[in-house]
Every structure is written in structure tokens, then in C-alpha cells.
């Protein structure tokens, strides 16, 4: 299997060739920040196309069809549009918070985004406490929501803040069990390893039931968490007309729009690289000349397959769900799946004690 | 009870009042005799008028007056009662209220269009017009010189208090004490829920008041695209008139003109072929299918379903292209005329009903398959903004709204017209009263429509599509009222004819202003999605609110 760290490596050599130590890494950081820059906007734009593709065959309709092949062009049609609006500066606002409040939105996107395993060696935060990391900086998001939606005079914007300072606190709870949950059985929260402990089997299918009941309760707090349908109670669009995001234009709208998208993304990538084994091929013990072929198909198609599966599936809610109440949204959180997770980390935890796992 | 019984009743209990007609009865009283009347009239066990159908406003020319279309739910009899003042600088009549809630906006409505004020009514602001607005433009005296009303580009002023006048009983006789009700303190959060908003489904304005997620009290703020169509209709010949009905709730577009048709073809002594009865009726139940599948849709967004949206709209879409086919139009039709329909059926018509028949239940069982059955969506449903009977028929909440908190309503069954009397199809009443209920009531109306096209459609007998009418048409002098059972609940019409080509006086008792008249007691202390679901499950239109 080909392994990106030989690329690394190599550009890596090139630049001390010619360049001191510092310099050096100055570089490398630079450059990193670009790729990663340019594949959060690709994805980003990649995943609006297909969420407008994918709601538009569930809704018995076409989707973008006419800028480019198959409408392929659209959301970067979009998105130059969108980088040409107008930011309109709204009366009687807190300009400084305003302003703000989408960086932080992204900044946490971009930094959850960073500590993702994409491919074998292709990964650019990778240290002992990854998982941690991660959920620190993908909880940060939040501030930039509620400054939004504070800072906007507007009421329904501050109405839809605060409805998702309550929701994404809740489902944080969820998120962060879950994933424990599975860190006590992976016995690591470094993300590397996590992926190489899945070499003989994904999580999802070795951590038994426990494993299971993680995956789906991290399913659903991870679609409240990315604020989608049928948890967008903070956008709601038929109750606030736009939410937190009611008085932006611009590209600053499209920063929150984006982050949306990325968030989805790195919630999906997040669910692969714990329970269903990250770029790791499909491996069956004892199946040498399957593994074997299995090992054929590279690291990154794995990867992205099996995001996009579970994409899929959170853009299926999304489209097929009404939206909940406020009051039954916590509910299911706090009466629901908090002592489900709860019974499960004690569960997992005899899973290992006892070795009952595969 | 007989309208010989009744009369001899009031004559024992006010002889005072004075019978202006027999068929239908109609009473005169003197203001201030009305409140006890009317809560006799509405208490009395024999008499027991709990429904106030229609409440018209009236410039005779010297007299101010109200006029109340009444009706016993119990026993099916009605009465029309009328009061009026001869003062015409400050003209005062006393509230009803209080009796009947309905007449809530109603009198807010007279108070706009005729000055007349209503003592001891809670909130006396204008309805449809502006507070700043300069004369009363029903009245037969009003100047609509634009000089005196010009378009003002500054925002009107919201209210949050509310004038109101009191009766009191003094020592020299009586006394009208103008105070003030208080709507929302200053302390509170109020938002406004439209002019411009998706879940108003149209230009409607909540003023909700909040506690957080909580909504504590619901304004309803109307007239945003009020167009004046009873006035411009004084102006107007009768087959003119026509023309604005389909303007008012569109979405039963066939059924209001069918009840103006009826109306005039009833004052006029004109019976219509039996073919034209039929493919009014059968137009009237395609429309109604066709609403009903626009509320599923309408309602399924408002709740976050997005595909249903589609669904709905895909399935609705089948409907306007009959409708397009025969009448030359989808939305407006102009298809009733007076003496008949605009032109005959398209040949195709009948065997695309008859496709539409069968193509429509499994879509049915598929919508309640992605969304009835939803967890969510029932949760969301049940339980929410109940209604009940009592106040059902005190608000005057007709139509499927009110058929799902267990009354019987349906003119359809009350009053047979068109054909309905020769159909079998069955009442769909529930007992549940909240939002799941009025949501099933339409879901399974939409059944029994197909059920009575099913019967009609190889039924339609041959014969002429219209009688011939003379150019002029005059009404004989007179009052007449007619309603229809459209999609919302009971559309009437009421014209007063002084035997001129115009009418004098036409009023639309529109089904659209009880249903947002019980918003906020519905949606009150539920939370902001309960009040989307309310007003979402309530189905109302707005062009139908602001005639």
C-alpha cells in the first residue's frame, strides 16, 4: 500500500537541502496551510454539490444540471458569487463580534479538520492526546455561534443561539462518551494508532455490541452537532427564518455555510477513523489473498468511501426527517442517550476487562 | 324549531323588536336592548344560537348598523338579527363578544370599515387598516380622495396599548368611560413572527410575545394585502363581482365563486341545468383535493419535512393541469358564471379524473409512510394546540379545523348545493381537536373527495353548461346570504340589493379570520414551534383573511 509519507519525506529532504532548520519549517508550515486551505474549500464545495444532487433525487428532482457537466460547476459558480457580494454592515450591531464570530466558526472547522487521518502517512496533527484535540477544538465552534447570534441585534437570531448553545452543549456530552467509549477499548487516543489497531478488523464489527450502540448514538449527536435536519432547530427555517445567520451576507455567510458542510465532514471522518477503521482496508483474519487484494485499492479511496457512506446517511435524515422540538431535542439527549452512553462505557469497559472482544 | 316558533318567542321575550322579514327571519332591535337579547338568544336551551356565522357591517344611508347571521348548531335553525344607531358622528353599538367570540374581530373589522365603536369590546383597533388611516371607506359617504389618505412611506406604529370604551351605569342614566388595555409591558421579549416570514404563508404579522422558548401571547396583526374587494364590489356589476372571488382564498377559488354564483342564482330565481350542477361539484372537489394536498405539503415544511414539500406540489400538479385544461386557467379559474360555467368541460377531463382517482390513495399511503408515521412528527402533532368543541363553535372555527374538534359543520351536509345531496360520502369528524386531528380531518376528506368523484364523474348527465342571462342583471331588493363549504371551512356571501345593477352592500364571511382569531389560544404557552405547527395545522390563507 502506498504510503504518502514517502512524499513528505521527500519534500521534506528537497527543502534542507537548500535551506536552514528554521526556514525549513517556516516552509513546510506554509505549505501546509495552503493544502489544507485549498482541500477544506474543494471538499466543502464538493459536498454542497452532492447535498444538492443527492436532496434533489430524494425530492424527485434534477438539482443543478446547467453550469458545467451535470452541474458540476455550480458551487463554484456559487462561491465566486458569493465571494463578490457585498458585506452589508448592519445598523446598531456589535461590529467588532460580528465580525468575528464566522472566523471562529471556520478556525475550529479548520483545526478539527487538520487532525484527520486522510491516508496512510497523510496526516498533519498527529500526537498522543488526538482524539482529545479534536473535540476541544471542534467544541469552540459554538462561541462563534453564540457570538453570531448575539451580536446580530436581531431576535431570531438570538433566539437561534441560544437554542444551539443548548443543543450543541447537550450533544457534546454524546459525542465525547462515545468516542470514549471506544478509546477504552482502543486503549489509545492518538489517532495513528487507532487506525492501526483496526488493521485486523474495524472496531465497529470487534467491539460487539458496545461498539455498536457507540456508533449509533455518535450517528445522531454528530448530525445534532453539525446542526443538520432533524436537529437544525438553531436555522430553523420555517420558525426563524435563518437563525444565528439571519443578518450575514456575503462571504461571511459563507463561512458559516461552509463550516456547515466541513463540520458534516469531519464528523464522518471522525465515525470512520474510530469505528469503521479510517483509511484501513477491509481486513478479514485468516483471508490472506482477500486482504491482499484488499490492500490493492489506496489508502485515500478507502478513506473517502467511507465518509461518503456515512455522509450519506446523515444527509438521508436530513432529508427524510421533520425537525424536533426544542424541549424534545434535550430530552433525547439528556433522558436518552446520556444513560445509554453511560450503561455503555461500563459495558465496553467489562467488554475489555473480561476480553470479550474479538 | 320553525321560524314561527321562534318569532313568537322573541315577540314574549322582547316586544319591542321588530320582524323585518319572515323567510329568512330577520329581527330588529334597538342597541340597547341587543346584549340582552343576544345572550338570551344564545343561552335560551329551545333557541340556543351558538354560532355566529357572519357578522356584516351596514350603511343604510341615514342608519349605522350590524348585522349578525346567527345559527343553532343543536338544532339547525337560524335567525338574522340587525341593530343599528342613527348617530353618525359617533356612532356606539354594544360588543358581542363576550357572547360569541368570533365577533372579537369581526367588530374590529366594522369599527375600521364604519366608525361604528363597540362598548365594553377589549381591544378597539382598527383590523385591516392602518391607526392612522382617515375616514371609514365602507361607509356610502367616505372620501377616497388620495389626497386625504396618500401611500405613507413611514412604518406604522405598533400598539401595545389598546384603547377600548366601557359602559357604565351612572346616576344621570349612562356613561361611556374611554380607557385604555394593556397589550405587552414594556418589559416584555415580543417578537414579530411575519409581515415577512416562511410559516405565515403569506403577509400575515404575530406579535408574539416570549418567555425563551415560550410563547405567552400571540397578537395577530392583518391587512398587509387587504385590497378593499367588498368595496371595490359596490362599484361593480354582478357578473364583474365575479371576477374577485377567485382573488380571496385561492386555493378554493371554485368554491367562493360557486357560493357568489349561488347567491346571485338564488336572488334572481334562476335554477341551473343539473349538468352544471355536476361539474360544479366536481370542480369543487378537485379544488379541494388540490388544497388539502398543498396544506400536506405546506404543513410538512412548516414541521422541517422538506421532501414532503415536493411530494405534495409533484401529486397537486395533476389537478391544476385539469384545471388548466378546461378552464384556461390554474390558479385563477373563472369558471362559475352566473346561470352556469364559463365554457364546457374539456373532452379529456373525465378520463383524467378517472387516472387521478386511481393514482392518488397509493400516494397517499406512501405520505403517511414518510410522514404520519414518523416518530417525530407524531410527537410533534399530538397533543399540540387543542381545541375544543365549545370554543370551536364560539370562534366560528369551520372546516376541517373545526370538524377536528368533533362539530359537524360541513355545509355540504347542513345545506346540500350542487349535487351533494344525491352523493354518499361521509362527514370526516374527529374528537381530538389538536394538530394530529386537523391533520388526519384533511387527510381522509381528501378520500372521501375521491370517493364523490369517483360517483359523479360517469354520472355527468347531458344538457346545456349555462342558461342564458341577460346582459344587465338586477337583484330583486333584498338580503341574501348563501354559503358554501369551502376548503377552509363555511364561505359565505351576503349582498343587500336595492334592485340597482351593483350590489349595495357585499360581504364575504371569510373562513380564514376565525381560524387565525384562534391562534393565540391555541398557541399560547407552547413553545415557538408549537405556534409554527398551530398556524401551519389551522391552514390559513391570507388573501381570505384580508378580503
Known amino acids: ?358 | 324549531m320553525e321560524n314561527r316558533q321562534i318569532k313568537e318567542k322573541i315577540a314574549g321575550f322582547l316586544p319591542e323588536a321588530v320582524f323585518v322579514t319572515e323567510e329568512p327571519l330577520m329581527v330588529s332591535v334597538a342597541p340597547m336592548q341587543l346584549p340582552e337579547l343576544a345572550s338570551w338568544l344564545r343561552n335560551d336551551p329551545e333557541l340556543l344560537f351558538d354560532y355566529l356565522v357572519c357578522m356584516t357591517g351596514e350603511d343604510s344611508g341615514e342608519e349605522l348598523g350590524v348585522i349578525y347571521h346567527l345559527r343553532s348548531t343543536v338544532h339547525g335553525h337560524s335567525l338574522v338579527l340587525r341593530t343599528a344607531t342613527s348617530d353618525r358622528e359617533n356612532p356606539e353599538l354594544p360588543s358581542v363578544s363576550s357572547i360569541w367570540a368570533t365577533a372579537n374581530l369581526n367588530e374590529r373589522e366594522v369599527y375600521g370599515f364604519f366608525g361604528i365603536r363597540f362598548i365594553n369590546h377589549p381591544d378597539m383597533r382598527r383590523l385591516f387598516l392602518r391607526n392612522d388611516w382617515v375616514g371609514y371607506p365602507l361607509r356610502k359617504d367616505y372620501n377616497a380622495d388620495p389626497k386625504i389618505n396618500p401611500v405613507r412611506l413611514e412604518s406604522e406604529e405598533s400598539l401595545d396599548v389598546v384603547p377600548a370604551y366601557e359602559l357604565h351605569e351612572t346616576e344621570e342614566g349612562f356613561d361611556i368611560e374611554e380607557k385604555e388595555n394593556v397589550l405587552f409591558d414594556n418589559e416584555e421579549y415580543v417578537v414579530n413572527i411575519g409581515p415577512q416570514h416562511p410559516a405565515t404563508h403569506g403577509v400575515l404579522r404575530f406579535r408574539v410575545q416570549l418567555d425563551g422558548e415560550t410563547v405567552r401571547k400571540v397578537d395577530v396583526n392583518c391587512g398587509y394585502i387587504h385590497r378593499g374587494i367588498e368595496k371595490m364590489c359596490e362599484s361593480l356589476t354582478y357578473p364583474q363581482t365575479l371576477a374577485l372571488t377567485d382573488r380571496l382564498d385561492y386555493l378554493s377559488a371554485h368554491q367562493n365563486r360557486h357560493a357568489l354564483c349561488l347567491c346571485i342564482e338564488e336572488a334572481m330565481g334562476i335554477e341551473v341545468p343539473e349538468r352544471v350542477k355536476y361539474i360544479r361539484t366536481i370542480m369543487d372537489e378537485l379544488t379541494r383535493i388540490a388544497s388539502h394536498l398543498l396544506f400536506w405539503s405546506t404543513f410538512c415544511m412548516d414541521l422541517g419535512a422538506l421532501t414532503a414539500f415536493f411530494y405534495g406540489f409533484r401529486d397537486r400538479e395533476k389537478i391544476l393541469d385539469m384545471f388548466e385544461e378546461t378552464c384556461g386557467g390554474r390558479l385563477i379559474m373563472n369558471y362559475n358564471v352566473i346561470g352556469g360555467v364559463m365554457q364546457d368541460i374539456h373532452p379529456n377531463l373525465i378520463g383524467r379524473i378517472k387516472e387521478f382517482i386511481k393514482y392518488l390513495p397509493p400516494m397517499l399511503k406512501e405520505y403517511h409512510e414518510v410522514f404520519t408515521g414518523n416518530v417525530i412528527a407524531q410527537q410533534r402533532m399530538h397533543g399540540i394546540g387543542v381545541l375544543s368543541r365549545e370554543y370551536a363553535i364560539s370562534y366560528g372555527v369551520t372546516g376541517p379545523s373545526g370538524r377536528a374538534s368533533g362539530w359537524a359543520c360541513d355545509v355540504r351536509k347542513i345545506a346540500p348545493y350542487g349535487v351533494y345531496d344525491k352523493v354518499d360520502f361521509k362527514e370526516v369528524v374527529r374528537h381530538d381537536g389538536d394538530v394530529y386531528g386537523r391533520y388526519m380531518v384533511r387527510m381522509d376528506e381528501i378520500l372521501e373527495s375521491l370517493h364523490i368523484l369517483e360517483q359523479l364523474v360517469d354520472n355527468i348527465p347531458a344538457g346545456d353548461y349555462a342558461v342564458k342571462t341577460k346582459p344587465i342583471i338586477r337583484l330583486p331588493e333584498g338580503r341574501y346570504f348563501k354559503s358554501v363549504e369551502a376548503c377552509r371551512g363555511e364561505f359565505g356571501v351576503y349582498i343587500e340589493s336595492r334592485g340597482d345593477k351593483y350590489p349595495y352592500r357585499l360581504k364575504f364571511r371569510s373562513p380564514g379570520l376565525p381560524l387565525i382569531s384562534v391562534v393565540d389560544l391555541l398557541a399560547r404557552d407552547g413553545k415557538i414551534a408549537d405556534l409554527i405547527a398551530v398556524g401551519g395545522s389551522l391552514d390559513y390563507v391570507v388573501p381570505d383573511i384580508d378580503r
Not at chain 1, 527543502?15 to 519549517?25: D, F, G, H, Y
Not at chain 1, 446598531?92 to 479548520?110: C, E, K, T
Open chain 1, 1 to 358: 500500500m502506498f504510503d504518502f509519507s514517502v512524499v513528505t519525506k521527500w519534500v521534506d529532504m528537497m527543502l534542507r537541502q537548500w535551506l536552514p532548520e528554521s526556514w525549513v519549517l517556516t516552509t513546510e508550515f506554509v505549505l501546509i496551510g495552503l493544502c489544507v486551505l485549498v482541500g477544506y474549500a474543494i471538499i466543502a464545495l464538493v459536498l454542497i454539490y452532492v447535498e444538492r444532487k443527492v436532496c434533489a433525487f430524494f425530492q424527485c428532482r434534477l438539482g443543478p444540471n446547467r453550469v458545467g457537466p451535470y452541474g458540476l460547476l455550480q458551487s463554484f459558480a456559487d462561491m465566486f458569487k458569493m465571494l463578490t457580494k457585498e458585506l452589508i454592515e448592519v445598523n446598531h450591531v456589535d461590529r467588532f463580534l460580528f465580525n468575528l464570530a464566522p472566523y471562529i466558526v471556520i478556525i475550529s472547522s479548520v483545526l478539527a479538520f487538520g487532525c484527520i487521518p486522510f491516508a496512510k502517512g497523510l496526516e498533519i496533527i498527529d500526537f498522543n492526546v488526538g482524539v482529545f484535540f479534536l473535540i476541544a477544538v471542534s467544541s469552540i465552534g459554538i462561541v462563534g455561534i453564540l457570538l453570531a447570534g448575539w451580536s446580530s441585534n436581531n431576535k431570531y437570531s438570538l433566539i437561534g443561539a441560544m437554542r444551539s448553545g443548548a443543543q450543541m452543549i447537550s450533544y457534546e456530552l454524546s459525542i465525547g462518551l462515545s468516542i470514549l467509549t471506544m478509546v477504552v477499548f482502543s486503549g489509545t487516543m492518538q489517532l495513528s494508532t487507532i487506525v492501526a489497531e483496526q488493521a485486523d478488523g474495524w472496531f465497529l464489527f470487534r467491539g460487539h455490541i458496545p461498539a455498536l450502540i457507540a456508533f449509533v448514538v455518535y450517528l445522531i449527536a454528530g448530525t445534532a452537532e453539525t446542526n443538520r435536519g432533524p436537529f437544525d432547530l438553531p436555522e430553523a427555517d420555517s420558525e426563524l427564518t435563518a437563525g444565528y445567520h439571519t443578518e450575514y451576507s456575503g462571504m461571511h455567510f459563507g463561512f458559516f455555510y461552509l463550516a456547515e458542510y466541513l463540520n458534516m465532514f469531519v464528523v464522518a471522518s471522525v465515525a470512520t477513523t474510530i469505528f469503521l477503521g479510517g483509511w484501513m482496508p477491509l481486513h478479514i483474519p485468516g483471508w490472506e489473498a482477500f486482504n491482499a487484494a484488499m490492500d490493492w485499492i489506496p489508502s485515500l479511496l478507502w478513506f473517502i468511501a467511507k465518509v461518503a457512506v456515512v455522509i450519506f446517511i446523515i444527509m438521508w435524515f436530513k432529508w427524510t426527517f421533520p425537525r424536533l422540538r426544542i424541549d424534545q431535542l434535550l430530552r433525547l439527549e439528556w433522558k436518552y442517550l446520556l444513560p445509554i452512553n453511560l450503561v455503555n462505557l461500563l459495558l465496553m469497559v467489562l467488554v475489555v476487562v473480561f476480553e470479550l472482544h474479538f
